[in-house]
């Protein structure tokens, strides 16, 4: 059964940095792309980040383009998004998810697998 497990969020400051991970478990992490997630209270899901699954190639939203950076390690079956220079309108519930083959989507619908997630909040 397939499972994904967040961790990393929390409260941080403006101009603060949290590393999110999430841990992989029953399938083959190596054959899939997956992507990051944010879900704002009031508004709808939103993908931030996503990597193929070899990591040859990787998408960022607009806004956090400079600032997030989606990694994973295949022998870990481990995926994370590093964030630096947060700002309240990072604030989120962020889930990762696993995509449908090795490329990613930019669509939500082809995500069949969702974590719980891990809150980041951002404030002074």
């Known amino acids: 059964q397939d499972r994904l497990v967040e961790s990393g969020g929390g409260l941080v400051q403006p101009g603060g940095s949290l590393r999110l991970s999430c841990a992989a478990s029953?399938?083959?992490?190596?054959?899939?792309?997956m992507g990051w997630f944010r879900r704002a209270p009031g508004k709808a899901s939103e993908l931030v980040a996503a990597?193929?699954?070899?990591?040859?190639?990787?998408y960022y939203t607009d806004s956090v383009k400079g600032r997030f950076t989606i990694a994973r390690d295949n022998d870990l079956n481990t995926l994370y998004l590093e964030m630096k220079d947060l700002k309240p309108e990072d604030t989120a519930l962020y889930s990762c998810?696993?995509?449908?083959?090795?490329?990613?989507?930019?669509?939500?619908?082809?995500?069949?697998?969702w974590g719980q997630g891990t809150q980041v909040t951002v404030t002074s």
């Open positions: 998810a696993r995509g449908q083959g090795p490329l990613f989507s930019l669509a939500p619908h082809s995500y069949p697998y």
């Open positions: 029953g399938f083959n992490f190596d054959l899939y792309s």
């Open positions: 990597i193929t699954s070899n990591a040859d190639n990787s």
